[in-house]
């Protein structure tokens, strides 16, 4: 199998950098908004067909698409979700409140076209919602299994989140952004040698007010001893922001997709999550193949793990399966690919019945990454399993 090059193809030492946006930053209001709808179609009907779209922009809010659903889903149902959603993220300024913005809802039927090709028939199983390619990635660079300047992105913006919604940091606003560069030393990280937080603040605090307030939360997210000098911690680098969210700059769905994933350590197929339901497979194969990649190195068969699935509009079964274990597998790839395909059914169908996805578990997922998470009691986050770990040891030995 020829191996796929990687960010970090035969580098030992090297910085490497991933972003991660807040909920509040306006590309994702839009993706929580759009999987808030996703919610509440499978909710009511856990074989819905939705694919929402969301812009935002100052005082509005649009949402464009098509779905197959219950009746029960009105547009007056959206824009009520759509306000309660902008609510809990917490925008209640000038230029962009749950109060009063304004929610126009242009969603309509599914076609028919689409549906003729991705619904079951006699003979025919499920096909995939669309064609595509998707890629699912594993490291042991942190527990999550997960790259760790990503990681760390999240859980500096996650951390601020949290005290900001608990009110100890209430001068803070919803709509921010991290950045870490990390040092790697003979391939794993070591240290960050810098960190960018831009975080929306109340009118009158200055920049050294608002690092201040942010400091002791990157200090407690990353590990001991690895954070930046003074000289590289940048906090609010222009100096002020206190115009943001969609005033600031509009969102839309879908333009978040490395943030979403692995913060560019591996390829990626160029799909969106948000506002799909699960038998689009830019959604569900390439949860399936993180749980794939996580479950390889789970199982100790690699130090790091880059899987893709490829799938076309109608066909049930994937046109391809690649895995590369970047010089680190303990079991030859070709034994991997057999392995997976013997252990779990990669049909759009099989991907679906066997995480669980139709139910409604995806507002959760479209801020702080869909990948990396912890899963959840009611099967959020069904994808970060390791309980593929016996079949593939049994298989593989």
């Known amino acids: 199998m020829t191996p796929m090059p990687s960010p970090h193809a035969q580098l030992k030492d090297f910085l490497f950098t991933s972003e ?26 856990p074989y819905a067909r ?8 100052t005082d509005t809010v649009i949402i464009v698409g098509e779905t197959r659903g219950p009746d029960s889903i009105t547009h007056d149902l959206i824009r009520d979700i759509a306000r309660n959603k902008i609510k809990e993220i917490g925008y209640d300024q000038e ?25 079951a028939a006699a003979g025919k199983d499920e096909g995939a919602g669309d064609q595509g390619i998707m890629f699912g990635y594993a490291c042991r660079e942190t527990p999550a299994l997960m790259p ?32 870490v560069t990390l040092e790697y030393r003979d391939g794993q990280p070591v240290r960050a040698t810098s960190i960018v937080v831009s975080t929306q603040h109340a009118e009158g605090l200055s920049q050294a007010d608002v690092k201040e307030m942010v ?11 690895w954070m930046c000098d003074e000289s590289e911690f940048y906090v609010n680098p222009t100096g002020r922001f206190v115009i943001g969210g969609p005033v600031g700059d509009s969102g839309l769905t879908g333009r978040k997709i490395i943030v979403d994933t692995y913060g560019g350590s591996c390829p990626h197929g160029g799909g969106a999550f948000s506002g ?20 390889i190195v789970a199982a100790g068969y690699a130090e790091k793990c880059t899987l893709q699935l ?7 079964k994937p046109l391809s399966l690649y895995v590369n274990t970047h010089g680190t ?27 669980k996805l139709n139910r409604p578990i995806y507002a959760r997922t479209a801020a702080y990454g869909h990948f990396g998470r912890d899963p959840e009691a009611d099967g959020g986050f069904s994808w970060e399993k390791t309980d593929l770990v016996e079949a593939l040891r049994q298989i593989l030995g």
Request: glycine letters at 6%; one cysteine or more.
């Open 20 to 45: 991660s946006v807040s909920e509040g930053h306006p590309d994702k209001v839009c993706d929580q908004i759009s999987d808030a709808i996703v919610d509440a179609y499978l909710k009511e009907d």
């Open 50 to 57: 939705v694919a929402a779209e969301t812009v935002a922009t």
């Open 95 to 119: 230029g962009f409140s749950w109060k009063n913005v304004n929610i126009d809802v242009k969603l309509h039927n599914q076609s028919a076209d689409i549906a003729v090709g991705v619904d």
């Open 148 to 179: 760790a300047a990503i990681h760390y992105s999240h859980n500096i913006l996650r951390a601020l989140s949290m005290a900001r919604h608990a009110g100890v940091l209430s001068k803070l606003e919803p709509d921010a952004k991290s950045q």
């Open 215 to 225: 400091r002791p939360y990157v200090l407690k997210t990353l590990p001991e001893g």
């Open 276 to 295: 799909k339901d699960p038998t689009k497979v830019d959604r569900s194969a390439a949860y399936a193949a993180r749980y794939l990649a996580k479950n």
């Open 310 to 316: 490829s799938y076309a509009i109608g066909v049930s």
């Open 329 to 355: 597998g303990e079991v030859d790839e070709a034994q991997l690919a057999r392995a997976i395909t013997q252990a779990m059914d990669l049909s759009p169908r099989g991907i679906r019945e066997h995480l």
